[in-house]
């Protein structure tokens, strides 16, 4: 069982930066991916950016060039740091571990960006 603790969440202001961690249970390089997802109200959960295990990251178009994946594998933690926040940013962040015939949730953090 794979068991993923987010952290880092908070209120922002417009223009401002956050930066979220997972710390998993198990090894985040022997994953086959590792990501962030999010929720907003009355809305279905939605890739904002995933890194797999070779390194390749891949990003939703809403947050490139302003959101960045990485991980500590000794730490076993993936961080996503997000800048110029946006109030279309708000939502419930959840971290993301992907095998050949699992996947894993975290609980989810709050992101409130105020205008």
């Known amino acids: 069982q794979v068991r993923l603790v987010e952290s880092g969440g908070g209120s922002v202001q417009a223009g401002g930066s956050l930066r979220l961690s997972c710390a998993a249970s198990?090894?985040?390089?022997?994953?086959?991916?590792m990501g962030w997802f999010r929720q907003a109200p009355g809305k279905e959960r939605e890739l904002v950016a995933q890194?797999?295990?070779?390194?390749?990251?891949n990003y939703a178009d809403s947050v490139k060039g302003r959101f960045t994946i990485s991980r500590d594998n000794a730490k076993n933690t993936v961080y996503l740091q997000m800048n110029s926040l946006k109030p279309e940013d708000t939502a419930v962040y959840y971290c993301?571990?992907?095998?050949?015939?699992?996947?894993?949730w975290g609980q989810g953090t709050q992101v409130t960006v105020s205008s």
């Open positions: 993301n571990a992907q095998d050949p015939f699992s996947t894993y």
């Open positions: 198990v090894s985040t390089s022997r994953r086959n991916a």
């Open positions: 890194m797999y295990s070779n390194g390749i990251t």
